[in-house]
């Protein structure tokens, strides 16, 4: 994961670092950075066998808030729209197209759905730390300020 993390901030930083230097020769840089798109390239690159690409995309479609993996066309009209005159202002800008996925990431915004997320999608510390979250909101006792002013009043 260490190369993939690596190579994928090293291009958002080149999008906006080159987008900044060439502003002023009126020239645009952006990029798109999806997720798991559905596609075969998980099987063509040996990552996995023939017949788990589904049980892939279904597995991974459940650690993404939006319940589904993005397809190569979304993707495509993303980088069109980019490329498009109603982007002509846009500079700099990396569009994620993931489904809220990065959203959910460590450095994010915690996200506590689907009770235990798939440790293969996610890193096992953060899989760990979310599934603790998850199980101690059950386990939390109401302070005297959320039980209500009634109760509050009778403990005093």
């Not at 090293?10 to 997720?35: D, H, Y």
Request: net charge positive.
């Amino acid at each position: 994961m260490i190369g993939y993390c690596m190579s994928k901030a090293g291009l958002e930083m080149l999008t906006k670092t080159s987008a900044l230097e060439l502003a002023p020769l009126g020239i645009r840089v952006n990029c798109v950075s999806p997720s798991v798109v559905d596609t075969n390239m998980y099987r063509y690159c040996g990552l996995i066998g023939s017949g788990e690409n589904d049980q892939f995309m279904q597995r991974a479609a459940q650690n993404i808030p939006l319940q589904r993996v993005a397809r190569v066309e979304e993707v495509a009209k993303a980088i069109i729209f980019l490329c498009s005159e109603k982007a002509r202002r846009i500079t700099g800008h990396v569009l994620k197209v993931d489904g809220g996925k990065t959203l959910t990431q460590a450095g994010f915004i915690p996200w506590y759905g689907m009770d235990v997320m798939s440790r293969r999608f996610e890193p096992d510390f953060m899989t760990k730390v979310n599934y603790w979250m998850s199980q101690a909101k059950k386990k939390v006792i109401k302070t005297r300020a959320d039980r209500g002013t009634d109760e509050w009043i009778a403990d005093v």
